[in-house]
């Protein structure tokens, strides 16, 4: 029996008894006796047995039916009759937001059932991928299973990945993000800095990085605890700097660093020394 998914399913036996039968039993895989319920509809006549089952889901599909007759001399079984369900695709397993570090493989999978078998394609920011897209396609059919992959991705590749599942019955599609993370990486050097006591001084950073680093200041190895007479500032995104004010040469003077840090990893800038010129007082 072939049909569509939503649509009545009907099996029918005719037979011959004498006396007539005393029971009649229908099963589906191989040994499950059906019982009569909305959805399972079984009526007997003295020549015949029919079976109709309601609006069939694709679960369905694939199940094989028959029916046992049973009288005072004997029993016979019926030959098995198989039901397929034809449906529009289904995801049972839909693909997932992927945060992968750069230059990393990105994988997105799926599971989509269907009959017939769909097709599958992927698009990336509405624009459908090809293996000119440097991405690799791959299908397991007999685990109904669909793969994205990208090889090695870069920030390019942030974007919507979409799975798009189309048959004769209907299409259906799935998106999933992409983000592209990364270490954190230094863009300048620290100039070495020379002030008169009293004035303020300032070291600046440039970084980047995915998720975005954390940043934490030294000075002579020792780190910098912030108080009234240090700040810092976040002047631009992905660039901070450390305001010294009113320097005091033997509090002050030394070697600073900062440390750019996030969950990938974490890089130091070069040491830059502040010296700061005294003033001198004559009496």
Sequence with gaps: MNI?????????????SNPPPTKISWFTNETEELAPSENVIITNLDVSSTLKLVNCKFEDSGKNYYVKIVNQLGEVISNKAT????????????????KVLKDKEAKFECVVKSNPKPNIIWLFNGKELTNRDGVRMEKDLPKDKYTLVFPKVTPLNI?????KATNEFGTVEK??????????????KLDNLTVNEGESASFIVKFTGKPKPIVKWFKDEVEIQIDETIEIIETIENEISINIKACKSLENSGVYFAK?????????????????NRNLYYF
Aim: with cysteine; charged share 20%; aromatic share 6%.
């Design 159 to 163: 974007g919507t990945i979409t799975a």
């Design 175 to 188: 998106n999933c993000e992409l983000d592209v993370l990364d270490a954190p990486k230094i863009l300048n």
């Design 4 to 16: 569509n998914e939503g649509q009545d399913a009907e099996f029918n036996c005719k037979f011959i």
């Design 83 to 98: 039901l397929t369900v034809s449906c529009g695709p289904v995801f049972v397993t839909d693909p997932t937001d992927q």
């Design 260 to 276: 750019v840090i996030n969950d990938f990893g974490e890089v130091s800038t070069n040491k830059a020394t502040l010296i700061i």
